[in-house]
T-cell receptor, first 114, second 113 residues
Framework: DGGITQSPKYLFRKEGQNVTLSCEQN?????MYWYRQDPGQGLRLIYY???????QKGDIAEGYSVSREKKESFPLTVTSAQKNPTAFYLC?????????????FGPGTRLLVL | AQSVSQHNHHVILSEAASLELGCNYS??????LFWYVQYPGQHLQLLLK??????LVKGIKGFEAEFIKSKFSFNLRKPSVQWSDTAEYFC???????????FGAGTRLTVKP
């Protein structure tokens, strides 16, 4: 079954702690994306990567970091610098990174601050 | 900054009613336009998209949308909704050759049986 998996489904962060959200895809897609979803605001782009070892900042990259060491994996780290991390995080991928391509989404991770 | 506006936050319809969800964007250049849908308990998935050609595009499950460039709009329509269309609908826009996708805030559609 091809698709995108995100783990964990729920994640709790303590003040001052860094946490990493996992995103894996077995679609053989080149490009991957991270979005943040807040109630009433839709999705906002955090980072995207069109190829291994390369990534670009999106609209709200401050307080987040990513890596793309493998084609199938694009983990997102929410750092202590992100002052309002409570949100729903969605990972997506596209075949080759062209803007008109369909994005395929994972099930999401809900991050809560303790 | 480029933005996407969805005019309705929550729409409630009875089965067989017609649907139109509004979407307007602010960017003036060449754009790609999308409607994504999230059914309860499911992943966000593509409903339809426009990137060139006929401005009237047809998607899955009887949905269609019309790109009107002069109005910066990409409204979603369905002539007769079903209970199974209950979902959240997101309009999204990106610029030609640019992966910076902008989403609207979403419209929650509830269809009463």
């Amino acid at each position: 079954d091809g698709g995108i998996t995100q783990s964990p489904k729920y994640l709790f962060r303590k003040e001052g702690q860094n946490v990493t959200l996992s995103c894996e895809q077995n679609l053989n897609h080149d490009a991957m994306y991270w979005y943040r979803q807040d109630p009433g605001q839709g999705l906002r782009l955090i980072y995207y990567s069109q190829i291994v070892n390369d990534f670009q900042k999106g609209d709200i990259a401050e307080g987040y970091s990513v890596s793309r060491e493998k084609k199938e994996s694009f983990p997102l780290t929410v750092t202590s610098a992100q002052k309002n991390p409570t949100a729903f995080y969605l990972c997506a991928s596209t075949s080759s990174g062209r803007a008109e391509e369909t994005q395929y989404f994972g099930p999401g991770t809900r991050l809560l601050v303790l | 900054a480029q933005s996407v506006s969805q005019h309705n936050h929550h729409v409630i319809l009875s089965e067989a009613a017609s649907l139109e969800l509004g979407c307007n964007y602010s960017y003036g250049g060449t754009v790609n336009l999308f409607w994504y849908v999230q059914y309860p308990g499911q992943h966000l998935q593509l409903l339809l998209k426009y990137f060139s050609g006929d401005p009237l595009v047809k998607g899955i499950k009887g949905f269609e949308a019309e790109f009107i460039k002069s109005k910066f709009s990409f409204n979603l329509r369905k002539p007769s909704v079903q209970w199974s269309d209950t979902a959240e609908y997101f309009c999204a826009v990106n610029r030609y050759n640019n992966n910076d996708m902008r989403f609207g805030a979403g419209t929650r559609l509830t269809v009463k049986p």
